[in-house]
């Protein structure tokens, strides 16, 4: 706690001097003061997976892994959290990535199976080092497990019907 204290009285000290000086020297000063107290955390993290899947078969989950950051992160790991009614299909939760270079992004993926009929939200989370300090975030989707796909319920849209018509009618000539 006794450096929490140091280091926000250096930065309002930072603050005063930079208001009282009043240039664009002491401004920018300031703003360097900011960056140097607030890290921004450049991980994000993207879930992607189907929205519906069929009862008892496997689907893919992909997490891409986004570093937006100008800095690489290091010794980065996902892991995917699923709820009672998905399961993962021989393969552990947690995942290495490496390095994720500066603006770039890298992908992981898992083999997930839907064995009861529900609405299900997908979590994965990825952290990692960032100049030795540690970094993560977590994305989510949502996956609807159903029964077997049938045929449509619906009738086919009017705009379908005018193209089958016609598919019909230019063929015939």
């Known amino acids: 706690m006794p450096n929490l204290k140091k280091n926000l009285s250096i930065f309002l000290l930072a ?23 607030v890290t921004i955390n450049p991980l ?17 989950v992909e997490a891409r892994a986004l570093n937006k950051g100008e800095v690489k992160i290091e010794k ?5 959290f699923l709820p009672a009614g ?10 290495e990535i490496g390095v994720i270079p500066g603006k770039k992004e890298k992908k992981i993926s898992w083999s997930v199976k839907g064995e009861r009929v529900g ?6 989370s990825i952290s990692g080092e960032l100049n ?12 609807v497990v159903q029964e077997e796909f049938g045929p449509p319920q619906h009738p086919v849209n009017l705009f379908q019907r005018f ?11």
């Open 15 to 37: 603050v005063f001097l930079a208001a009282a000086a009043g240039s664009h020297v002491a401004a920018a000063s300031f703003l360097d003061i900011i960056r140097a107290f």
């Open 44 to 60: 994000a993290v993207e879930v992607l997976a189907p929205s519906e899947v069929e009862l008892n078969r496997v689907f893919k």
């Open 76 to 80: 980065a790991a996902g892991e995917i």
């Open 86 to 95: 998905l399961s993962l299909l021989g393969e552990n939760a947690v995942k």
């Open 119 to 124: 609405n299900y939200i997908v979590s994965v």
């Open 132 to 143: 030795g300090s540690a970094v993560s975030a977590q994305g989510n989707t949502l996956v």
């Open 163 to 173: 193209f089958n018509i016609f598919q019909i009618w230019y063929f015939q000539q």
